[in-house]
């Protein structure tokens, strides 16, 4: 659905910088469209335009040049070439800067990729190195530092709804060892998210997971429901003036199906009706719920791989339904050279996302975070996913630089 572009040109710019922190009140309803039959023929489709598309409609076209028209809206603000029409401090801004530099210098780099545009930086459970994992300001900041693709993984409350974590375990990234009420249902030292109806989650706050990370937002933010990820995505969307992209993981499907709540079936009942501004792509571990998802609801899929998994055999076997492999980054290499992970996927028409990247636990072999990712993208990953996306952003320009 296209976006109208508002007379308001300051204020245009200034979302197109993101979603602040504390931005995250009211929202638009959602349009609604309907996921399956002819929208799933549309998704299979050329690739979802990515950040390196943003640039499609330069100053003076008339039409833009993607052809799914999807990135026009963000060209039409003009926020990267400077247009008179824009306040003078608004072109100056950290989003302008930012667009500005795709337009000059990451449209025209000879990338690797499977559609031979930039990489996508995947915000790995949001901003997850800035703020406690899963959270909506982590996902709007996100947004903000310009990421592409926000990542949330699904798991069910005892009830069946779907909340944003990692594991179903809590203890890890939540207060609840503080909730004297939920001491009771300490199993083997944790707390499992399907022994708590949706209600009581919801009274939990998120904390930070990984030592040496700063835990001044620990106890702040609530667990968002997934419904609550895709009513923000939409509002955030709307303010942007572009779609925004979600990939959610559904955890261990067939564990959880054993204990009485599958996701799976809960997942498939969210999309049904999707705002016509949110794309949402599909990953998982285990290949018969990653089909169940995609038979129902048409949406993009990604087989996830882990280091010790037989990539040659999965492209094989699943290449003529999926549309991605999300990877362990250790995948991409066999004896510190390519091992022919990315070009054989590419050869079957499957993008590949590398996981994880993080500031501050570097992959063997490499000196450092900007080396690593560096490396990464030159092999033609399609996705990186970052704990810290400011960071692959600025090793995506760095490339285009040199």
Same mark, same amino acid.
């Not at 106890?219 to 925004?244: H, T, Y």
């Not at 290449?319 to 492999?325: A, E, F, H, M, S």
């Not at 992959?363 to 450092?368: I, L, N, Y």
């Not at 990464?376 to 704990?387: I, K, N, P």
């Given at each position: ?9 300051? =204020? ?41 598309? %943003? ?31 824009? +306040? ?5 801004? +950290?989003?302008?800067?930012?667009? =500005? ?17 930039? +990489?996508?930086?995947?915000?790995? =459970? ?34 069946? %709804? ?13 207060? %609840? ?56 995505? $939409? ?23 054993? =204990? ?83 070009? $054989? ?30 490396? $990464? ?6 996705? @990186?996913?970052?704990?810290?996306? $400011? ?7 760095? @490339?285009?630089?040199?």
């Amino acid at each position: 659905m296209p976006f109208e572009k508002s007379d308001d040109a300051e =204020r245009d710019i200034a979302v197109g910088a993101g979603i602040t922190d504390e931005d995250i009140g009211h929202r638009p309803p959602r349009p609604v469209r309907r996921v399956g039959g002819s929208l799933a023929a549309a998704r299979a489709g050329p690739a979802s335009p990515r950040h390196g598309a %943003i640039m499609s409609v330069l100053p003076g076209d008339s039409q833009p040049r993607d052809p799914s028209g999807r990135d026009a809206i963000v060209a039409a603000r003009r926020i990267a070439v400077g247009s008179m029409m824009v +306040p003078a401090a608004v072109r100056s801004s +950290p989003a302008a800067i930012r667009f =500005r530099h795709i337009v000059t210098h990451e449209a025209r780099m000879n990338w690797r990729t499977l559609d031979r545009k930039p +990489p996508c930086i995947i915000a790995h =459970r949001g901003a997850s190195g800035l703020r406690p994992e899963h959270t909506l300001q982590g996902y709007a900041l996100a947004l903000t530092q310009g990421a592409d693709v926000i990542e949330p993984d699904l798991v069910p409350s005892g009830d069946g %709804i779907l909340f944003a974590r990692h594991e179903p375990a809590l203890a890890r990234s939540t207060d %609840i060892a503080m909730h004297a009420e939920f001491e009771q249902r300490r199993r083997d030292g944790d707390w499992r998210a399907d022994d708590f109806l949706a209600i009581e989650l919801d009274r939990l706050r998120a904390t930070q997971p990984f030592p040496g990370r700063a835990r001044d937002n620990d106890g702040k933010f609530s667990l968002p429901r997934w419904s609550a990820i895709l009513d923000w995505a $939409a509002g955030a969307a709307q303010e942007r003036g572009c779609d925004v992209v979600l990939y959610p993981e559904i955890k261990h499907p067939t564990q959880l199906a054993a =204990r009485g709540v599958d996701p799976v079936p809960a997942f498939i009942a969210s999309v049904a009706p999707l705002s016509e501004v949110v794309e949402v792509r599909v990953q998982c571990f285990e290949v018969e719920a990653l089909r169940r998802i995609h038979r129902e609801t048409g949406l993009p899929c990604a087989l996830l791989l882990d280091a010790d998994a037989d990539w040659s055999a999965a492209i094989a076997m699943h290449g003529d339904w999926l549309q991605r492999l999300g990877v362990h980054k250790r995948l991409l290499y066999r004896d510190g050279d390519d091992s022919g992970l990315v070009a $054989a996927a590419h050869a079957a028409g499957l993008c590949v996302d590398a996981w994880t990247f993080r500031d501050d636990a570097v992959g063997e072999g490499h000196a450092d975070i900007h080396s690593e990712m560096a490396a $990464a993208m030159r092999l033609g990953v399609d996705g @990186l996913f970052c704990d810290f996306p $400011a960071t692959g952003i600025s090793v995506r320009g760095g @490339l285009a630089d040199s």
